[in-house]
């Protein structure tokens, strides 16, 4: 059976997750969503983007990865000027350490200036209005980042795609995307499970913790896996202003920010839990990492004592509710952007090593820019695809060197 697609639409973007609609909504504003179609199996933005905590930060080590982060801060503001709400909190993020971290965090600050991130020293009284949760020494070693924020990564990934629709894209929801087809070296279109096949000249995997099981079978493994990322929100006190700041515990590499009342705190853990991506439900809802720990208590125990020591009351309040969700974290934690070398037309954008809300502008643009061959704003070679030697991505080494990724990742 062939699909009725109009033969105009030669761009298919696998996945109505916050990359492949920030991906659409980058070719509309390149005047090219007419030619776009997002295939989305379930609910558009219902995979990881739904359960992120959302924060979006520019701080990091490397220069390419702030300006992929900038081009999200560019991004939410354009948005913002078409009247979309993205539920943005001008929140500001606070970095806190002990007296032993003091020095490592000014160099990050330095580090940071340079790359042309503003911060600022906040006074110990500062620190409190900002996050009145945390101990009071707390505040004697902190920097205060005020341009970071946070968003709902719903309401963003839904603003790409509303926006990418008014410049032409079209979203076909209940399409279930089960090959990538090719000939002759050439990608031709994809197959649905229902049988249709739809043809196009340009296919971009944005599937998510599931863009393996696409990706395998046409010989390009990707070098990821499906990796437990997770958070607890406390029940409502007065100590979790709304109005209050992100807040950072790099040394025990905690975060923290306001919701709904409470506090959204997430901590990693030393030994992340990782899946075999074909064991991934294609619904999320009820799935479980690791059954003997369902609800992530043995990660927060692992957590709770050095967490305490930022945060008195950590013990005395009553979890209201835990999150969990897949994030595909590298093994050289690089993110996965760009086309295969083997198949033309076929593009991968992926590897979002929990970062994928704050780098989703970045990777929007980068992708419109290496489909549509126009000269991209930063060089892509570190995120091939195809940057590893022929390898397993399944291999239980494998993936215990992605979730090695997670327990070493930089806080911000
Ligand atoms: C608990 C948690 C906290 C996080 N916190 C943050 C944070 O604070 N800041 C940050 O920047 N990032 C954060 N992240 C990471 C962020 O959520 C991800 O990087 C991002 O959502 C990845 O987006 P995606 O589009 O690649 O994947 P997804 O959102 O999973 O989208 C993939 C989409 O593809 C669809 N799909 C898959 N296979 C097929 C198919 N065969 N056919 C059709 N459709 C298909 C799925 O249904 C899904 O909708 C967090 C993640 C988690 C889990």
Request: charged share 20%.
């Amino acid at each position: 059976m062939s699909a009725d697609l109009d033969r105009a639409r030669d761009i298919l973007i696998i996945g109505a997750g916050i990359f492949g609609a920030a991906i659409a909504w980058s070719l509309a504003r390149q005047g090219q969503g007419h030619r776009v179609t997002i295939l989305e199996r379930g609910h558009p933005a219902g995979g990881a983007t739904s359960r992120a905590a959302a924060l979006v930060t520019q701080i990091r080590d490397d220069p390419v990865l702030v300006a992929l982060a900038r081009e999200t801060f560019l991004a939410m503001q354009a948005l913002e000027a078409e009247g979309e709400h993205l539920g943005r909190h001008h929140a500001g993020a606070l970095h806190v350490v002990s007296r032993q971290g003091a020095e490592a965090l000014s160099q990050r600050a330095e580090a940071a200036a340079a790359l042309g991130i503003r911060s600022e020293r906040p006074s110990r009284a500062e620190v409190q209005a900002r996050a009145p949760w945390l101990r009071r020494q707390a505040g004697d070693c902190a920097v205060f980042f005020p341009e970071d924020c946070y968003v709902d990564p719903y309401l963003l990934a839904s603003a790409y795609l509303k926006a990418g629709v008014r410049g032409g894209v079209r979203l076909m929801r209940d399409a279930d995307v089960r090959h990538v087809l090719h000939a002759d070296a050439r990608v031709t279109g994809v197959e649905l499970s229902d049988g249709r096949r739809l043809e196009a000249r340009v296919v971009i995997n944005a599937a998510g913790a599931w863009a393996n099981l696409l990706s395998v079978e046409l010989g390009l493994p990707l070098p990821m896996a499906p990796v437990r990322s997770h958070y607890w929100i406390t029940e409502q006190a007065p100590i979790f202003p709304r109005n209050g700041a992100i807040v950072f515990m790099p040394e025990i590499r905690a975060y923290a920010r306001p919701e709904v009342g409470g506090l959204l705190f997430g901590i990693r853990e030393r030994s992340p839990a990782v899946v075999d991506a074909r064991k991934l439900p294609a619904d999320l809802s009820g799935f479980v990492f690791d059954p003997a720990d369902a609800d992530g208590w043995e990660s927060l125990a692992e957590g709770a004592d050095p967490l305490e020591g930022f945060f008195p009351a950590v013990r005395s309040l009553r979890i209201a509710h835990y999150v969990t969700g897949p994030s595909n974290y590298t093994d050289d934690a690089q993110l996965i952007l760009g086309a295969s070398r083997r198949i033309d037309g076929l593009f991968v954008a992926s590897g979002c090593n929990g970062s994928g809300i704050t780098f989703s502008g970045g990777v929007g643009r980068l992708l419109a820019e290496l489909v549509l061959h126009v000269s991209p704003f930063i060089s892509s070679a570190r995120f091939d695809p195809a940057r590893h030697a022929p390898f397993d991505p399944y291999a239980p080494a494998f993936l215990a060197r992605c979730a090695a990724t997670r327990a070493g990742k930089a806080s911000g």
